[in-house]
């Protein structure tokens, strides 16, 4: 089983990739209507082997690049050349297994501090005096 490496140490199996090489589209005259440089890069997430929370990070971070069969799809086509763009859709995989790779940290719920808690009540017992100052005056009669 090879082994390819993604980004920053990150390997994962040969079997987890799929490559398919197209034509791109817009400009670029003879050459791009001739020439397969767009690359569709496949990565299924069930064969790469990595630990379940490691892969359930990356397919929310995926977005909509997750297809419904459980593979992330990166379609790379802004460089003229195939390898650039097989070198582009590796580096943005490689970014996306980099940001699903720590667990985001646990959120400590935190009260106000007293002060904290004494400047709010001040501030609104200054937006009332505002709006009571607004208000018409009443009438003795």
Do not use: Y
């Not at 980004?7 to 090489?21: D, Q, S, T």
């Not at 580096?91 to 004494?118: F, H, I, M, Q, V």
């Amino acid at each position: 089983m090879a082994l390819v490496e993604i980004a920053n140490g990150v390997e994962v199996p040969e079997e987890a990739l799929a490559w398919k090489f197209v034509r791109a589209s817009g400009p670029g005259g003879q050459h791009v209507n001739k020439v397969s440089t767009a690359v569709e890069l496949r990565f299924d997430v069930e064969r790469s082997g990595l630990p379940d929370g490691w892969a359930r990070r990356l397919r929310a971070a995926a977005g909509h690049r997750l297809a419904a069969s459980g593979e992330i799809v990166i379609f790379a086509q802004t460089h003229r050349s195939q390898a650039r763009n097989r070198e582009d859709a590796l580096d943005r995989l490689g970014a996306l297994l980099e940001a699903a790779r720590k667990a985001p940290a646990k959120r400590r719920p935190t009260n106000p501090s007293a002060g904290a808690r004494a400047r709010r009540r001040e501030l609104k017992r200054r937006r009332g005096e505002v709006k009571r100052d607004r208000a018409p005056p009443e009438m003795d009669g």
